[in-house]
């Protein structure tokens, strides 16, 4: 949470909305906030990096509004707080890349000793217990259609170096996609914040497309929700939220807009001709009972819950069940 929105604005004004932003997520009862002030601003220099002091005394600026919030709440939660600027692209690589740099050690140190100097310029050392994280990469990231794996060996360095800091841990962006085996990796090895979201909306997208295909062999043509084609034409009328971030020839970029891991569809699902889409789906499975034979064609996860008895055989239970698949895979990385 930061200037990102407001970083076509001159530090300044950039800083006085990000105030007001973290103000009203704390006010809000929000408990686990990430300070990234990682991005330029209008004002700052174009030639140059960002420095790590100059984000670090930015970060503070906006904790210390956190914390001056909780003061007049009085409130009785204390939030807790993530810092770093190893911060992956919203979404997950817009091109394909031949690998993904593990953050240095050096690089890690020196953002928690920058934020350390800084605090305490600001006076607000003793608040340091409230910063709980600091975001790394780990070497995970995913494209259009790659995911890079999780590797312990290559993350080795950074993640020994947590080690002199004991009340810290790291935070992993772009998790989604990883094997349920690398996940738990990665919180044993200290990255204990796993951060997901396409994964979760992509195998909701998965669960949906899965009940379309079974509607067009159960469902007369001009009883179909459609949902599939419904949610193409959508797509295509309103582009702003995929155009930037899908690349290639056209057919590559229609299979994108379908399949792709940044699952940039998402933002369409709650557009009302989908929402429309959806809830015709919904209601043509209401009048009827998927065959198991289909079932195991399109949902076969499900389809062995449902025959074990532990999940009953309606459309909406078998998407919800879809994308708690996922879920499952992060309490596996936790030991849950």
Not at 103 to 131: A, C, H, M, P, S
Not at 173 to 200: C, F, W
Not at 278 to 286: A, E, P, V
Request: net charge negative; with cysteine; charged share 25%.
């Amino acid at each position: 949470m930061g200037p990102l929105t407001f970083r076509n604005l001159p530090e300044e004004e950039a800083m006085e909305k990000a105030k007001v932003l973290v103000r009203e997520y704390v006010k809000a009862g929000f408990t686990k906030i990430h300070l990234d002030t990682s991005m330029k601003l209008e004002s700052d220099a174009k030639n140059q990096p960002l420095s790590t002091k100059i984000v670090a005394k930015r970060g503070a600026a906006l904790y210390q509004v956190c914390m001056e919030t909780l003061r007049q709440i009085d409130s009785k939660v204390q939030p807790v707080f993530i810092i770093g600027s190893e911060v992956p692209i919203p979404g997950g690589a817009t091109e394909a890349e031949e690998g993904i740099s593990v953050t240095k050690v050096t690089d890690f140190i020196d953002t928690v000793e920058t934020y350390q100097r800084v605090f305490d310029e600001y006076g607000l050392l003793d608040t340091w217990e409230n910063i709980v994280a600091v975001v790394v990469q780990p070497g995970v990231e995913f494209g259009d259609s790659q995911v890079f794996p999780y590797d312990r060996e290559e993350a080795k360095d950074l993640c020994d170096s947590l080690k002199a800091y004991p009340s810290l841990v790291f935070e992993g962006h772009s998790t989604d996609y990883q094997t349920k085996e690398n996940l738990r990796e990665m919180v044993e090895d200290g990255v204990a914040i796993l951060k997901v979201g396409p994964a979760l909306t992509f195998r909701l997208r998965e669960a949906l497309f899965s009940l379309s295909f079974m509607e067009k062999e159960l469902i007369p043509r001009e009883k179909c929700a459609c949902f599939i084609e419904v949610l193409e034409e959508v797509m295509l009328a309103q582009p702003e939220n995929w155009i930037h971030h899908y690349h290639g020839t056209d057919e590559e970029i229609a299979l994108a807009r379908k399949y792709s891991y940044s699952d940039r569809c998402r933002y369409y699902l709650s557009n009302a001709q989908v929402q429309k889409a959806i809830d015709q789906l919904f209601h043509n499975f209401d009048k009827i009972t998927i065959p198991l034979n289909l079932m195991h064609q399109y949902m076969p996860n499900q389809y062995e819950k449902v025959i074990r008895g532990e999940l009953k055989n309606e459309a909406r239970l078998l998407v919800y069940d879809a994308v708690l698949d996922v879920v499952a895979t992060y309490e596996y990385a936790i030991k849950r």
